[in-house]
């Protein structure tokens, strides 16, 4: 706010987006938090976009701008005739940069912040884990909790403030509600042309190929349309921060695009809840575990590198039969390479992924972990290491 015109908390339903910015507004004396949620607003500024945001006195906290779209292009002719600072505060639970026109409008004049369901990190008050490792290795662990107990609690629980303070059927029952009023409600504000009885079969779906690439075939052959309609709903359940699909790593910049992305659900209370699981499945069904637990990690090194010191962006890598879950790339060039396994010790076969990913950065490879559920940091070698799970918040 102190040096950028507009600025625009963006972020999943119930993830406290609304209550950062009430807190915020209300300590520097703002004024009143203008919600797009109330009707009378909402119809003002869908009839009159530029009448309304003229009728503005700055600085403005605007909430749930996802519902009037067309204010950001008014907003936009606004900052640009008085480009002072700190003028918008804006929040949304859809992504409307996701508009073209929009986003081309406000390139340059906004910053975006991100905010996720809580982190581990956030949770526990830990330091954050994508700056050590950036720094040259992984944090020092000593006596961590060993086995699965180390992240089936954190895993079930998820990070969404109001679900964590819920248990068993009640939690079931506020995902169920998320999920519902999410799908109804978001997805209608972003997208017209939509058939929405195929969005929870969908989500169901990409929950059971959660942590593995996304193929598009096989989503539309067990829901009966095409490639490319799939294609798009996906798109869409990115777009309302249900879904996060990760782009994978090549050498060559051009070549990113080309391969498949991995996807994952945004927060892994929410996941168990479409599998239909609860937290005892977690430590001992192989099919549950490793999924949800990588699902876990890439989550929170994602929610970190919003907030990390040194930018950082995250990718998958996979050549032939080597893969590597995670891997950070910073605007510098370094690497930092992250596998995740649920054992307790580490194998030789966990850190081929990182031995390639290693071998072919070279010297821009700074550091490469093994995160597992083992008691202690250990060395694996040269830039590896093996990390306790703990290690994500410690």
Not at 126 to 144: F, I, K, M, T
Not at 158 to 184: M, N, V
Not at 206 to 233: H, I, M, P, R, W
Not at 234 to 263: C, D, N, Q, Y
């Amino acid at each position: 706010m102190a040096d950028t015109r507009v600025v625009f908390v963006v972020g999943a339903r119930q993830v406290g987006k609304s209550t950062l910015v009430s807190q915020y507004a209300s300590a520097r004396d703002l004024g009143p938090v203008i919600t797009l949620d109330n009707k009378a607003v909402r119809d003002a500024a869908l009839g009159d976009p530029t009448g309304f945001v003229a009728g503005l006195r700055p600085p403005v906290v605007l909430d749930e701008v996802q519902r009037a779209p067309d204010l950001l292009l008014a907003i936009k002719e606004r900052v640009d005739q008085d480009t002072t600072p700190g003028q918008f505060l804006l929040t949304g639970s859809a992504n409307v940069r996701s508009n073209r026109n929009v986003k081309d409008a406000l390139t340059g004049r906004i910053e975006v912040v991100t905010l996720w369901p809580l982190s581990q990190g956030e949770i526990q008050r830990g330091r954050n884990v994508v700056d050590v490792l950036l720094a040259g290795g992984p944090p020092e662990v000593v006596d961590a909790v060993v086995g699965r107990d180390a992240f089936a609690g954190p895993v079930a629980e998820g990070g969404f403030p109001e679900a964590r303070q819920r248990q068993g059927r009640r939690r079931d029952r506020w995902f169920r509600d998320y999920i519902d009023t999410t799908l109804d409600r978001d997805l209608r504000d972003v997208s017209d042309a939509l058939k929405l009885s195929e969005m929870p079969r969908l989500l169901r779906l990409a929950a059971a190929q959660a942590a593995g690439l996304v193929n598009y075939a096989n989503l539309a052959d067990k829901l009966g349309l095409n490639e490319k309609t799939v294609k798009s709903y996906i798109e869409l359940l990115e777009t309302v921060f249900l879904l996060r699909r990760l782009p994978a790593w090549r050498p060559g910049l051009a070549s990113r695009e080309v391969h498949s992305p991995k996807l994952y659900l945004v927060d892994t209370g929410l996941l168990l809840h479409l599998l239909g699981v609860g937290q005892s499945r977690v430590r001992p069904d192989p099919r549950i575990t490793g999924p949800a637990l990588e699902n876990f990690v890439a989550l929170e090194i994602l929610k970190q590198a919003e907030t990390a010191e040194t930018m950082a962006q995250v990718f998958h890598y996979r050549a032939g039969r080597d893969e590597v879950d995670l891997v950070l790339e910073t605007r510098a060039g370094d690497i930092v390479g992250i596998e995740v396994k649920a054992s307790a010790t580490p194998s030789t076969s966990d850190r081929r992924g990182l031995e390639r990913l290693r071998d072919v950065a070279g010297r821009r490879f700074i550091a490469g972990v093994v995160v597992y559920t083992g008691e202690r940091t250990i060395p694996l070698g040269d830039r590896l290491w093996a990390m306790p799970v703990s290690g994500l918040w410690a």
